[in-house]
Structure formats: C-alpha cells, structure tokens
C-alpha cells in the first residue's frame, strides 16, 4: 500500500520527461510486440523513444490478458520509478457477453438489472487485465440525429443519473481496491456533449446555466457521490470553450463544487483538438490551457509529452500543475491496489472459465427480455407456436446485433432472431433484402413474399445496422432504408399478422412503419442472446415490459423533442393553433412519449392519494396509487412519478420524472404503490448552480407514461437553498 506521502515522493523523484510520459495514454498495440521490434511509426509522431515506453502512465487496450501480464512484467521492471501501467478500454454494455444497448438498457427502468449485467461485464474484462472501463457513458440525449444515443441512458437527467450510479455499484463494487474482479470507471463525457448543433457529433454546444445545472451536470454529480474513480473531458466546445480545456467547468464545478478528487483524462486526441477548434495557437499554449483546467492524462496526442515540456522549461507553466496531474494518476493507480496486485485477475485461463459461460448469457437474455418495448400490438401477438411462422428480413438470421462498441466480443457467438424462432415454432426464412442505405437490389423480394403467403404469421426483422449507430454516426434522416420500406409494405399486403421487430441504435422515424403493420417490437441492438430473448417475447413466453427512455418523434421538425419541456406562455389548448407555440403542418406531440411503452397484460391505475395535502420543511409526504392486472397474463408493470412545481422564480418543466418503480405481477393481481416525497424532490438548480426549494403547489403524477394526468396536488411550505 502507498500512503500519499510515498506517491509524492514518487513525484519528486521523477524527472520532468517521465511525469509527461506518466501524463500521456497511447494504444495498447504499440506495446503489443518486444521491446526490440516495437512498431516506431505513431510513436515517431509523439516523439517517443524507446525508453519513454516504460514511463508512459496508461494505456488503451484491447489485448488478450497473458499479454496484458507480460506488458505490466516489462513496464514495472524498466520503469525507473516502478510504477505500474494503468489499462483502460470502452467496456459499454459487455466485454466478451455482449448484453443490450444502454439506450435499451436504460427502457428496462430496472437499475439492479443494470448493475448485474455491469457486474458481469466487469468480471470478463477483469480478467482479460482491464482496469477502467472508459464508461458509463452519461450525457443525457435530446437529438436522434446524434449517433452516440446509442450509448445514453436517453433524455431524463433523474433516469441517466440512477442509471450511472447503478453502472458504476456494478463495475467497481462496493470495494475496487481490494476486489480483483471489479474496475474502475471512467464517466463521459464532462460536459454537454449530449447537446451539440444539429445533432453534429463533435459539434459546438451552447446553453444557459440553468439548462446547465439543471439537465447536462445531474448525472455528473450522482456519479462523483457513487465513487466513479474518474472523468473524461467531452470533445465538444461549451459556450464557446473546448471542454478539455475549460477551467470554469473541470476545477470551478467538477474538483471544487462537486469535490472531485480522481483522474480526468481527456477524449482520444481532444488535447491536441483545441488548436483546430482556434483556441491554442499550438502544442505548447494548448498545454499551458489544459494543465491550467485540470487535464490530467492527454490521451492519444503529443500536446503533454512534447507540448507541455516546452511550455514548462520556458517558464509559462509551473512544473507544480505537473506534479499535481501525476499525483492524481498514482492515487488512482493505488486506488486499483496496482502497486501490490500489478496483475488483478487477469489470466488466460480465469477469462477462459468466463466468456460467454451459460451464467452471463442467461443474464445476457434477462436484459433483452425487460429492455424490449413494444410500441404497437392490435392483438396479434404473442405468436402463436403451433402456426407456421414466416421469418423474413435483413436481420431476420443476422449475427452482427450486437451495437457499438462490442469491439472485444465476436458476432459467431450471436443467437439471431431465427435461431430463436425455431426453438417455438415451425419457420420458414427469407431475407428479402440487405440492410444497407444505398441497396436497391430487390432479387430476394419474391422469395420472401412467398415465404409470406405459405405462413400463418410473419416476424419482419428490419431496421438500421449496428454499425450505423454510434461515434462519428450522426444522421438526418432518421427512416429505415427505402429498400426495407418497401419489403414491410408488399409483405404486409401479403400477410396482414405481421410483426415488425425493428433493430436500431437511437429512435427513428416509424409513423409509416406503424401503418402499415398490426404490431411492432422495439429491440434495439440486442447482443448477443438477442434471438433468444425476442423470440420469448413473440411467442408469449414472457411479456414485453420496456419503457422508452427516449422520445419518439412523429416527423424530423419535432427533433429535439422531449417530455420535460417548458410550457411557454403561449401553449396549445385544445384543437386551436392560433397564436400558440406549436406547429401549422404538424402536431407538437410525439409518435410515442417517454416512459411509453405496450404490455400483453392490462394494468389499470386508480387516483393520486395522499396522506397529508402540506408538506413542511424536513418533513415526507406519502403518495400512492392502486394498480392493478386486469388479464390473465403475468407481466411486469413499470410505474412512474412526475412531479411539477407550478409557481417558481426560475420557469419549471411540465413534468419532471422523480422516481419509478417495476413491479412483477401475477394474473389478476393488485397492489398498492407508495412514494415518499421529500422536499430534496422538489427543488432545482437556479444560474449560480445553488440549488433550492420554494414554497407553493406542486403537482404529483403516478402512471405508466410521462403522459400520465393522472394527478393531484399539495402545498410545500418551507424554502431553504444549499450548494451543491
């Protein structure tokens, strides 16, 4: 064990060179060889030497673990001050068990669920010699023309924020330190990213402070209280400042308001990036900036290792901010317990014991089961088995269902949606077409417009491919290729039981989609027990129970489109569109709302009560409602509460969610619900990012959508404002 007075003479004793080197993060291939046959090109453009290897802080991995073991063994014993190499990787929704998507993770409303499958995910990397996933991923998400929904918890800050908190209760334990099969996380991306222009990844963001504190810093602070041993910096500019380098945003709120004390480390090559964005003249002042922030490690660029050693030796930065950054990386180093257990659990044969073993690919199936949403059903399904099932589309008998970032995983070991259907039911399969933007090729229609016509009931599989999904995959058009418009549209007409499941990584635009079919089973990207998980669904085995976690919208102009929106001065009321907000050519409202989503069972829910109309300062207030299953089905209801503050100093959104509960229920069954209410619910956040309570009426909602009226009100009597 290292105390902080051993870290810090590690410091003093290092040279300027290697305290840039234990600054800088490279890829873990350029060590993915002897030390005698390393590959000098990328490290020819950081202007590293050989020796420099064995000082560099962190790498970015993707290597097997014995080689993992082998690179630590080289790097402790050459480097001159024996530390430790820190290992980090994108460990989104599974490392080798590849589980849904976090947007469709975040539609099971179940945060033990997400801290499950976290868990499991952390064990598998673990092993494989990982020791921070750069993840979760907590920007919260208005636009779906922004590729990297896919990675969000969709567009509540209360929803990414219980999300976060359960991700990282998953990934590092309740003790990372001395628990090998955990890892650390690093939460993304601080901050506003989620906000770009036009749904443009890397696109500049500009808001207020209240938007600020409010919606984009939430999830930020629920995860620094959760433990997240660190942050990585957002490519974006804020208000005209590149994030990697806003020292209003990563030590005036991040370090001092929120009491920060891990690592920040920047987005691949985001340090160097503030030149392009004109905000550096170059290497050496975007080092002075970056240091200056807060910026620990500069991952993927030259701006610390050759940068900030210019800017040091000519005196425009203290070396101090450099001893500072290097401390905060060895604490977090010892925080991993890397200095006494260099290795954790990795090793070959634990990993072996643990891929894709039948425990982590049932919990695999268990995610796919609560995180689909049915979006459409006029009664066809569940399918029934003893029918023949026509099994048609793109993705009909598609392995590569995984999503973004599955890069450790391999697609062979996908269960495909027909492999699923023919556990059920006799199938009969067609293609029909590839899933591709630009395929008109329509030779494989006939084929499956017979495959229609033979059976009694079709699962269409449609929608946008994985890899259409994720960084660098922004879109404005957000339907699913005309060539599969086409497909859904002639099969329909030869088999009205048709089912739509539809594969995609961000809500699209399915109106058109909607007409044309009697059901349509929202799936997202699955992984890798995809198949299994949505053919239990088709077929009755379990219901659907999921709840979007992001707004659908009707048409492109809606987009950005959200539930907790303001109510303008001049809303809508009724049919009328005289002089109010709202549009001539189309409806404000969405296709499906936040929170929506279909069940085979019938719940209903009675009135709003309460056990006191006042609630005092320090005091709780207990609301509750009865829900009940009408039907004969056993199935999972997800019920919500959405409060509203009527009257304030600083406009309130229509609803706001605040808490939410899944709950399993048998044929028939009732049961009362009950939330307590505490004034904490009630507050929010004014500009100077002091958050408080006021005095007056506020509404309370329980249903199973953000469209919910089903509510009543109470009076709060009290004001108090804290800090954050």
Not at 108 to 135: P, Q
Not at 524 to 543: C, M, V, Y
Not at 712 to 724: A, C, D, M, S, V
Request: with cysteine; net charge negative; charged share 25%.
């Amino acid at each position: 064990m290292k105390t902080k007075a051993d870290l810090r003479k590690i410091v003093r004793n290092m040279t300027l060179r290697e305290k840039l080197s234990e600054l800088t993060q490279i890829a873990g291939n350029m060590l993915d060889k002897t030390t005698e046959q390393v590959d000098l090109g990328p490290l020819s453009a950081l202007e590293f030497e050989r020796e420099d290897l064995y000082a560099v802080g962190s790498l970015n991995v993707n290597l097997r673990g014995d080689r993992l073991n082998e690179i630590q063994d080289e790097h402790i014993a050459k480097n001159r001050s024996h530390i430790p190499c820190l290992f980090m990787q994108d460990v989104i929704h599974g490392y080798k068990t590849i589980y849904p998507v976090p947007l469709a993770m975040s539609c099971s409303f179940d945060t033990d669920l997400v801290k499950r499958c976290s868990a499991m995910a952390a064990k598998e990397c673990a092993a494989n010699g990982t020791h921070i996933t750069i993840g979760p991923m907590i920007d919260v998400c208005r636009d779906p023309r922004w590729g990297r929904v896919v990675e969000s918890a969709g567009e509540d800050p209360f929803l990414t924020s219980e999300m976060a908190v359960a991700q990282i209760s998953g990934f590092q334990g309740n003790d990372v330190k001395n628990d090998p099969e955990r890892v650390g996380v690093c939460l993304k991306h601080f901050c506003g990213y989620g906000f770009g222009e036009a749904g443009r990844d890397y696109n500049s963001a500009d808001m207020s402070e209240i938007r600020l504190y409010n919606i984009v810093l939430p999830p930020f602070l629920a995860g620094v209280r959760a433990g997240a041993l660190s942050v990585m910096t957002a490519f974006n500019t804020l208000n005209g400042i590149p994030m990697t380098a806003n020292k209003k945003l990563l030590k005036g709120i991040l370090r001092e308001k929120f009491g920060f004390d891990g690592m920040i480390v920047s987005d691949a090559s985001s340090a160097l990036e503030i030149v392009e964005h004109g905000y550096a003249q170059d290497l050496k002042s975007a080092a002075k900036l970056c240091i200056e922030a807060g910026l620990d490690i500069d991952m993927f660029s030259p701006v610390y290792f050759k940068g900030l050693e210019e800017a040091v030796q000519c005196g425009i930065v203290e070396e101090s901010l450099v001893d500072e950054a290097v401390l905060y990386v060895l604490k977090t180093k010892e925080r991993l317990n890397l200095f006494d257990d260099p290795h954790r659990s990795a090793g070959d044969d634990n990993a072996k014991k643990l891929f894709w073993c039948g425990e982590h690919r049932a919990l695999a199936k268990e995610a796919v089961l609560k995180s689909c949403v049915l979006l459409k059903n006029e009664g066809i399904l569940p399918f029934d088995p003893r029918k023949k099932t026509a099994v048609i589309g793109p993705f009909a008998d598609e392995k590569n269902i995984l999503g973004a970032w599955a890069i450790a995983s391999n697609a062979e070991k996908t269960v495909t949606v027909l492999e699923g259907c023919r556990k059920f039911s006799e199938c009969i399969f067609a293609k029909g077409c590839d899933h591709g933007t630009d395929c008109g090729d329509e030779s494989g229609f006939d084929a499956a417009l017979a495959a229609a016509a033979q059976a009694e009931q079709v699962v269409l599989c449609v929608g946008e491919f994985q890899d259409d999904a994720g960084e660098a995959k922004s879109k404005t058009g957000l339907r699913i290729p005309r060539i599969q418009q086409k497909l859904i549209r002639r099969i329909a007409e030869i088999n009205p039981n048709t089912a739509v499941v539809l594969f995609n990584g961000r809500p699209l635009l399915i109106a058109e989609i909607e007409e044309l079919v009697p059901a349509v089973l929202e799936v997202w990207q699955p992984g890798i027990e995809g198949g299994n998980g949505i053919a239990e669904l088709l077929f009755g085995l379990h219901s659907p129970c999921g709840k979007l976690s992001m707004t659908f919208p009707a048409n492109t102009g809606q987009i950005p489109i959200y539930y907790n929106h303001l109510i303008t001065g001049r809303p809508q009321k009724g049919k009328s569109k005289s002089f109010c907000s709202c549009y001539t050519d189309s409806e404000n409202t969405p296709l499906h709302p936040f929170g929506f989503g279909l069940s085979y069972a019938e719940f209903s829910i009675s009135p709003v009560k309460l056990d006191a109309e006042e609630l005092a300062e320090g005091g709780k207030l207990i609301a509750s409602a009865v829900v009940s299953n009408k039907s004969t089905i056993a199935a999972r209801a997800i019920v919500q509460l959405y409060i509203r503050d009527k009257i304030a100093s600083v406009c309130r959104p229509v609803k706001e969610l605040k808490k939410f509960i899944p709950l399993d229920f048998c044929a028939h069954e009732r049961k009362t619900i009950a939330f307590e209410i505490v004034p904490e619910m009630l507050g929010f956040y004014d500009a100077d990012g002091n958050y408080k309570t006021e005095e007056g009426y506020f509404e309370i909602y329980i249903g199973f959508d953000s469209t919910t009226e089903n509510y009543t009100e109470f009076y709060y009597k009290g004001n108090y404002e804290r800090k954050i």
